[in-house]
């Protein structure tokens, strides 16, 4: 009796897409369907048929679309028979369940779209327990769409009485489970807040920009390091912190975080705000911006928008307009240029081109969070010499031959300062080194950001 083959992989899922576009929006919404077509391949799907996009001064209340329109999306449906709708717009359950009644077909919006992408990239506990959070926020009130099947009816023998029904049971454990999961996410970023606090005497910068601005691919090239970076939207979901020595050799950690897209669920904010937390506290913010991308400036602007509901305070941001090689219109650049900033960077991380003035840039940032400092140590104390050059190349070593110790002239912040201090103890002497002397007519180099330091504050701040 010969078998029935059976498939090695899960096939792919077939998929349809649609959305409205108000004229309310926000100028830097999306125009078309394009980021909701990357994010279904992100999720492992196919966009299958014309995607159709509705304009309209107002949803409808009991199915987002227009009446024409719902009947339009059901002709396509009829014509390629996709496995699921993903309506590109946030639905409220009772919009979801009308449509699924209209088209016979299973709706996804664009919050549960990204809850799955999120799913499949968790890999850590708190990414996973982050994306359970949020899947839970979001699925209390669908409760009702996904399991009227267990409904009691009221009036059917035996079903008299009191007692609960399968959907009030569900929702009671659901709200227990949302309890818990905060509860533990509540730990983890007291964790996580410790674990920064613990990296106080380097200098923080963190990757922040749209998904796929090429994040990762330029903590590689900075860090040597060999991170997952892919041409896929939301290739990164934990943070990852890696230590970058810079050309004077001395050192900062770089973390690179989870990218934003364009109307991000706030309940999705509000669970990865333990993920956000290398940015939170960053000394320095890289914002990456995807140069080549046709709607750039509008990426920038919504990633600002995330960042000043998230930021505490203020942090200063340094602009980086990634990508330069895959530009082909030097007068796009030149306008996004304009838009960023006197003081965004072009690089691209991919060649190398740019970075070199971006570490010249950071270098100028760290001198104004450091001070020139002589460091007086025995020449056998081979222990804390290695701690300061663990911190930074000493910018000169002198032996003396009468005392037997060592002078270290370095440019340390002052919380390295500090920390060296406490780990020397009373007998470390740590002096404020003399100026260095400038050859006549010389002037001291100034990084352009102390003219527009293009800071970000947080709203009402």
């Known amino acids: 009796m010969s078998r029935v083959p059976r498939p090695t992989r899960t096939p792919e899922e077939r998929v349809l897409l649609c959305g409205v576009r108000f004229a309310d929006e926000p100028p830097f919404a999306d125009e078309d369907l394009t980021e909701a077509a990357g994010l279904v391949v992100a999720a492992e799907g196919v966009v299958v048929g014309d995607g159709i996009l509705q304009r309209m001064q107002r949803p409808s209340p009991a199915t987002l679309f227009g009446s024409g329109k719902v009947a339009e999306i059901k002709t396509e449906i009829d014509r390629v028979h996709p496995d699921t709708v993903v309506v590109d717009n946030e639905l409220s359950p009772a919009q979801g369940r009308n449509l699924e009644k209209a088209w016979g077909v299973r709706i996804v919006d664009r919050s549960e779209l990204i809850l799955d992408i999120f799913a499949r990239r968790a890999r850590t506990r708190q990414a996973r327990l982050q994306v359970e959070l949020a899947q839970s926020e979001y699925l209390a009130p669908r409760l009702r769409r996904m399991w009227t099947h267990l409904e009691r009816h009221e009036g059917a023998i035996g079903a008299r009485g009191p007692g609960e029904t399968q959907l009030e049971t569900d929702k009671r454990l659901m709200r227990r489970r949302i309890q818990d999961l905060r509860e533990e996410l509540r730990h983890i970023e007291e964790r996580k807040l410790r674990e920064v606090r613990t990296r106080a005497e380097h200098f923080t910068i963190g990757l922040v920009g749209y998904t796929n601005a090429g994040k990762s691919t330029l903590l590689n090239r900075l860090t040597g390091s060999s991170e997952l970076a892919a041409d896929m939207l939301f ?227």
């Open 235 to 461: 290739a990164t979901l934990d943070t990852r912190t890696r230590q970058w020595r810079l050309s004077d050799g001395r050192i900062v950690l770089l973390s690179d975080t989870v990218g934003f897209v364009q109307r991000l669920p706030h309940h999705l904010v509000a669970s990865f705000h333990a993920t956000l937390e290398e940015a939170l506290h960053a000394d320095l913010l890289l914002h990456v911006v995807d140069a080549s991308h046709p709607r750039a400036a509008e990426q920038m602007a919504a990633v600002d928008e995330v960042l000043r509901t998230v930021l505490r305070g203020t942090r200063d941001e340094l602009v980086v307009l990634n990508k330069v090689d895959l530009v082909t219109d030097p007068v796009a650049l030149a306008a996004l240029g304009r838009e960023a900033g006197p003081t965004a960077l072009l690089v691209s991380a991919e060649t190398g081109a740019g970075l070199a003035e971006l570490d010249a840039r950071v270098r100028a940032r760290l001198d104004g969070h450091s001070r020139l400092v002589d460091v007086h140590l025995a020449a056998s104390d081979g222990r804390l010499d290695a701690r300061v050059r663990a911190l930074c190349t000493p910018v000169e070593r002198v032996y003396d031959e009468v005392s037997g110790g060592v002078r270290l002239r370095v440019r340390l912040t002052e919380a390295q300062v500090g920390a060296l201090q406490r780990a020397g103890g009373p007998d470390l002497r740590i002096e404020d080194a003399p100026a260095p002397e400038l050859a006549p007519g010389a002037a001291l180099a100034r990084d352009p950001a102390d003219e527009s330091d293009g800071r970000i504050s947080a709203a009402g701040s």
